[in-house]
């Protein structure tokens, strides 16, 4: 049997991946630092915690970029970079899913139901903790213990698995069994039964 209670997955990075080729691609054809505007923390929290839309944080980015048809034109590509489900994680989910709650844990913006709905992720987990809807984002401790009590699970009994390590020392600070994730066997070290 699993030695956990629950299982608390990130999305990016670990369930669905973005073609970073392509977002290098587009900043290279536009001379344009691209990735580093979009994730500037003054840009990108307030759509991650539900302050503002996500079409809101595209066209902050536009204008952090300078505004004209040039940025504009490069944000619109990057926000329909091709993203895709890591197979083999959601197979080894779904099975897990057969004994303990899968609850994903993300820090999302106010699109993310669509987004799961178009990869077919809606039905998939037990439960999705989006920080835009909770209105707090990992790393706060807040967004661990909420996605605990949604799976049913104390902290100590939950595995957080995240691509990125300071969210995994969050969650193991709350006493959580964390994996970063790098590649699929990180996750299925812990979880092959």
Same mark, same amino acid.
């Given at each position: 049997?699993?030695?956990?209670?629950?299982?608390?997955?990130?999305?990016?990075?670990?369930?669905?991946?973005?073609?970073?080729?392509?977002?290098?691609?587009?900043?290279?054809?536009y001379?344009?630092?691209?990735?580093?505007?979009?994730?500037?923390?003054?840009?990108?929290m307030?759509?991650?915690l *539900?302050?503002?839309?996500e !079409?809101e944080?595209?066209?902050? /980015?536009? @204008?952090?970029?300078? #505004?004209?048809?040039?940025? %504009?034109?490069?944000?619109?590509?990057?926000?329909?970079?091709?993203?895709?489900?890591d197979?083999?994680?959601?197979a080894?989910?779904a099975?897990?899913?057969?004994?303990?709650?899968?609850?994903?844990?993300?820090?999302?913006?106010?699109?993310?139901?669509?987004?799961?709905?178009q990869?077919g992720?809606?039905?998939?987990?037990?439960?999705?903790?989006?920080?835009?809807?909770? *209105?707090v984002?990992?790393? !706060?401790?807040?967004?661990?213990? /909420?996605? @605990?009590?949604?799976? #049913?699970?104390?902290?100590? %009994?939950?595995?957080?698995?995240d691509?990125?390590?300071?969210?995994?020392?969050?969650?193991?600070?709350?006493?959580?069994?964390?994996?970063?994730?790098?590649?699929?066997?990180?996750?299925?070290?812990?979880?092959?039964?």
């Amino acid at each position: 049997m699993i030695p956990f209670d629950a299982v608390l997955s990130d999305l990016d990075g670990v369930l669905r991946h973005f073609d970073h080729a392509a977002q290098a691609d587009i900043e290279a054809r536009y001379g344009l630092p691209l990735m580093k505007t979009a994730l500037d923390p003054e840009l990108i929290m307030p759509p991650t915690l *539900g302050q503002v839309t996500e !079409d809101e944080w595209f066209e902050s /980015i536009v @204008a952090a970029l300078g #505004g004209d048809e040039r940025a %504009r034109q490069a944000v619109t590509e990057f926000a329909q970079i091709r993203c895709w489900v890591d197979e083999e994680v959601r197979a080894l989910l779904a099975k897990v899913q057969q004994h303990v709650p899968v609850v994903i844990v993300t820090n999302a913006m106010d699109r993310l139901e669509e987004q799961l709905d178009q990869l077919g992720l809606t039905y998939f987990a037990d439960d999705v903790v989006s920080s835009a809807k909770v *209105g707090v984002a990992k790393p !706060d401790r807040r967004i661990y213990e /909420i996605a @605990a009590e949604r799976a #049913g699970a104390a902290p100590e %009994r939950c595995l957080f698995v995240d691509d990125r390590l300071h969210n995994v020392e969050a969650a193991r600070a709350l006493g959580m069994t964390g994996v970063h994730y790098r590649t699929y066997q990180d996750l299925a070290a812990v979880l092959t039964y």
